[in-house]
Nanobody, 124 residues
Framework: VQLQASGGGWVQAGGSLRLSCAVSVRTLYTYSVAWFRQAPGKEREFVAAIRGNSGMTYYTDPVKGRFAISRDNAKNTVYLQMNSLKPEDTAVYYC??????????????????WGQGTLVTVSS
């Protein structure tokens, strides 16, 4: 499975961006996808996930209420809508996926396939 992330860019604090992750699977509906991010000098961290089949969503606390993960099964694409962006959201954002849901969904090591990353820069 291949994933391709896009949509990053530069935005002022308080602005919005929408990231896209194109997933090369037959049926996106059954596939679980997560977004991670990595800021300079920091560890990669979990941002959000959408579970295959149920579509349940999960978020890290710092982005709750600001970010929304969703999917378009017809387009085989998962989105991360990011609103009220803050300078601390600056990072390279990666999408990752796996066919079977893992209970430890926030751990990067539990994902099988990864996209190449897209840079988000939020200026103050």
């Amino acid at each position: 499975v291949q994933l391709q992330a896009s949509g990053g860019g530069w935005v002022q604090a308080g602005g919005s961006l929408r990231l896209s992750c194109a997933v090369s699977v037959r049926t996106l509906y059954t596939y679980s996808v997560a977004w991670f991010r990595q800021a300079p000098g920091k560890e990669r961290e979990f941002v959000a996930a959408i579970r295959g089949n149920s579509g349940m969503t999960y978020y890290t606390d710092p982005v709750k209420g600001r970010f929304a993960i969703s999917r378009d099964n017809a387009k085989n694409t998962v989105y991360l809508q990011m609103n009220s962006l803050k300078p601390e959201d600056t990072a390279v954002y990666y999408c990752a996926g796996r066919q079977n849901w893992h209970v430890s969904y926030s751990y990067a090591t539990n994902y099988i396939s990864w996209g190449q990353g897209t840079l988000v820069t939020v200026s103050s």
